[in-house]
């Protein structure tokens, strides 16, 4: 079987730094994917790691480790745009397995 | 690019009625997928078609659910007959082969609800 965890919910302040934990059970794994969802809206892509080690984008930051089976999304300098869910989903060959999500609520 | 096009954005149907998603993928992206959304359930892969093919339908919930991809440009989800709980928000996504290949784009949803 297969399975993610991440935390359900996380709340930070603007300005700080928040780091978001995914840990996953797979077979045929390829590489760890983020994506973050508005309220009301389509989820986007934010990050694909295949490969131990951290991947830099603006703000936002991914790292993975497969001996661990593990990875987390960080996001720094947080502004109150940030606030949404953020899943992240394993990629078996073509397809994409999400997790549960875990809802970020930045205050002022 | 327009982007990933769904139709219609809301649907409200009658349980026994049947129900057409309607998905126009990016131009030029080989793989469409249909995914479903629920506060129960999260974000669950229904199917996935590459080059109009479809390739794994293990996520399709029972035989009332099925999905075409007659060209390129087009697919459906009908559900036949509708339950109340197939109420969700249905996305297309499409990606690509190349360099951005992990890279799935979402359309904007389908919202259904059935009474």
Known sequence: GQSLEQPSE??????????????????GFYGLSWYQ????????FLSYNALDGLEET?????FLSRSDSYGYLLLQELQMKDSASYFCAVRRADKLIFGTGTRLQVFP | D??????????????????????????????????????MRGLEL?????????????????????????NASFSTLKIQPSEPRDSAVYFCASSSTGPRTNEQFFGPGTRLTVL
């Open chain 1, 58 to 62: 603006g703000r936002f930051s991914s």
């Open chain 1, 37 to 44: 969802q508005h309220d009301g809206g389509a989820p986007t």
């Open chain 2, 2 to 39: 327009a982007g990933v096009i769904q139709s219609p954005r809301h649907e409200v149907t009658e349980m026994g009625q049947e129900v057409t998603l309607r998905c126009k993928p990016i131009s030029g992206h080989d793989y469409l997928f249909w995914y479903r959304q629920t506060m």
């Open chain 1, 10 to 27: 996380v709340t930070a302040v603007e300005g700080a730094i928040v780091q978001i934990n995914c840990t996953y059970q797979t077979s």
């Open chain 2, 46 to 70: 229904l199917i996935y078609f590459n080059n109009n093919v479809p390739i794994d339908d293990s996520g399709m919930p029972e035989d009332r659910f099925s999905a075409k991809m007659p």
